[in-house]
T-cell receptor, first 114, second 114 residues
Framework: AQTVTQSQPEMSVQEAETVTLSCTYD???????LFWYKQPPSRQMILVIR??????QNATENRFSVNFQKAAKSFSLKISDSQLGDTAMYFC???????????FGKGTRLSVIA | DTGVSQNPRHKITKRGQNVTFRCDPI?????LYWYRQTLGQGPEFLTYFQNEAQLEKSRLLSDRFSAERPKGSFSTLEIQRTEQGDSAMYLC????????????FGQGTRLTVV
C-alpha cells in the first residue's frame, strides 16, 4: 500500500516571499504520478502541479515548481512570489498508473501574510 | 462544461436517518471517485467507477454505505442509519479515464449528523 506523509501541518510566509512545502511517500510501484492539490477555504480542490515519475525533469507551473527526488521518495512544492490568494490547504497526492484512486497526505495549511 | 457538480452542498440529518448525495461528473469523464474528508485530514478514498462498473471499494465503506452509477453518468452515494462518525465532507471527482490524467473535484457535500 502507498502512503503519503506531509510533516508540516501549518506554515506561514510573507507576501512576495518563497516557501517550500514538504512531502514524502512510500511505494513499491515504478510507474506512478505525484500531484499537489490546493484547497482554498470553503472552495473546491484544484490541481496545482503534477509530476510523472518517469520524468527526471522537475515540473514547473508559473510560480509553482517541484523538487522531485525519486530515490529519496520526496516531492516538495516551492511557491515563489507568494500571493494572498495562495492561502489554502495544500495536499500532496500519489496515483499509481492507470487512473487509480489518489492517496493523499494530511495536508499543510499555508497562510500568506501581507 | 461547468465542472463536477455535487448536491446538496450541505446536509444536516438526525442520527439513524438515511441520506443520499448526488455527483454529476464532467461530461464524458469515464472515471468517477468518491472520497471522504474529515476536519484537518486529507481526503480518503471510498469507491470508484469506470462508467457504470464499480471497480473498487475501500474498507472504509461499511455495509451502511452504497454507491451507484447506473447509466455511467451521475452517481449517488447513500448512507443508511447515519452515525455521528459519518459527519464529514464527501468529495466527488472525475477523470477522463484514458491516459493518466488528474482528477477534477467537486465542491463536496458537507454532512452533519446530530
Amino acid at each position: 500500500a502507498q502512503t503519503v506523509t506531509q510533516s508540516q501541518p501549518e506554515m506561514s510566509v510573507q507576501e512576495a516571499e518563497t516557501v517550500t512545502l514538504s512531502c514524502t511517500y512510500d511505494t513499491s510501484e515504478n510507474n506512478y504520478y505525484l500531484f499537489w492539490y490546493k484547497q482554498p477555504p470553503s472552495r473546491q480542490m484544484i490541481l496545482v502541479i503534477r509530476q510523472e515519475a518517469y520524468k527526471q525533469q522537475n515540473a514547473t507551473e508559473n510560480r509553482f515548481s517541484v523538487n522531485f527526488q525519486k530515490a529519496a521518495k520526496s516531492f516538495s512544492l516551492k511557491i515563489s512570489d507568494s500571493q494572498l490568494g495562495d492561502t489554502a490547504m495544500y495536499f500532496c497526492a500519489f496515483m499509481k498508473a492507470g487512473n487509480t484512486p489518489l492517496v493523499f497526505g494530511k495536508g499543510t495549511r499555508l497562510s500568506v501574510i501581507a | 462544461d461547468t465542472g463536477v457538480s455535487q448536491n446538496p452542498r450541505h446536509k444536516i440529518t438526525k442520527r439513524g436517518q438515511n441520506v443520499t448525495f448526488r455527483c454529476d461528473p464532467i461530461s464524458e469523464h469515464n472515471r468517477l471517485y468518491w472520497y471522504r474528508q474529515t476536519l484537518g485530514q486529507g481526503p480518503e478514498f471510498l469507491t470508484y467507477f469506470q462508467n457504470e462498473a464499480q471497480l473498487e471499494k475501500s474498507r472504509l465503506l461499511s455495509d451502511r454505505f452504497s454507491a451507484e452509477r447506473p447509466k455511467g453518468s451521475f452517481s449517488t452515494l447513500e448512507i443508511q442509519r447515519t452515525e455521528q462518525g459519518d459527519s464529514a465532507m464527501y468529495l466527488c471527482a472525475s477523470s477522463p479515464g484514458r491516459g493518466d490524467t488528474e482528477a477534477f473535484f467537486g465542491q463536496g457535500t458537507r454532512l452533519t449528523v446530530v
